[in-house]
Nanobody, 124 residues
Framework: QVQLVESGGGLVEPGGSLRLSCAAS????????MGWFRQAPGKEREFVAV????????GYSDSEKGRFTISRINVWNTVYLQMRNLAPEDTAIYYC?????????????????WGQGTQVTVSS
C-alpha cells in the first residue's frame, strides 16, 4: 500500500519560512519523481515544484522560483519543500505526489500517488 504523508504545515507570518516534509512508503522511492502542488480555497490545484528520482533535476512554477527549494533524501524516502519569504497568497493546502514519468512532470495527470495534504496559512 502506497502512502505519502505530508507534515510541517502551519500558521506563519508574512515573510516567514516553513519546511514541508513528505514521507513515502510502499514504493521504490528513487524510481519516482516527487512533486509538490497546492490548492487554495476556491481554486484549482496547481503545480509548485518537482524533483527527479535521483534528485538531479528540479522544476518550479514561475511564482515560486527563487523562494521555494525542493530536495529529497532517498535513504529516508522523504521529499522536502523549503519555503521562504511567504506571502498571504501562498496560503493553501500543500500536497506531495509521486510520478513514474521519467522527465520532471509538472501536470496533475502525470502523478499516480497523492498525499492527504498539509495546511499552510500565511497571515499576520
Amino acid at each position: 500500500q502506497v502512502q505519502l504523508v505530508e507534515s510541517g504545515g502551519g500558521l506563519v507570518e508574512p515573510g516567514g519560512s516553513l519546511r514541508l516534509s513528505c514521507a513515502a512508503s510502499g514504493i521504490t522511492f528513487s524510481d519516482y519523481a516527487m512533486g509538490w502542488f497546492r490548492q487554495a480555497p476556491g481554486k484549482e490545484r496547481e503545480f509548485v515544484a518537482v524533483i527527479s528520482g535521483l534528485g538531479g533535476s528540479t522544476g518550479y512554477s514561475d511564482s515560486e522560483k527563487g523562494r521555494f527549494t525542493i530536495s529529497r533524501i532517498n535513504v529516508w524516502n522523504t521529499v522536502y519543500l523549503q519555503m521562504r519569504n511567504l506571502a498571504p497568497e501562498d496560503t493553501a493546502i500543500y500536497y506531495c505526489a509521486a510520478s513514474s514519468v521519467v522527465v520532471v512532470p509538472t501536470t496533475l495527470p502525470d502523478y499516480t500517488y497523492w498525499g492527504q495534504g498539509t495546511q499552510v496559512t500565511v497571515s499576520s
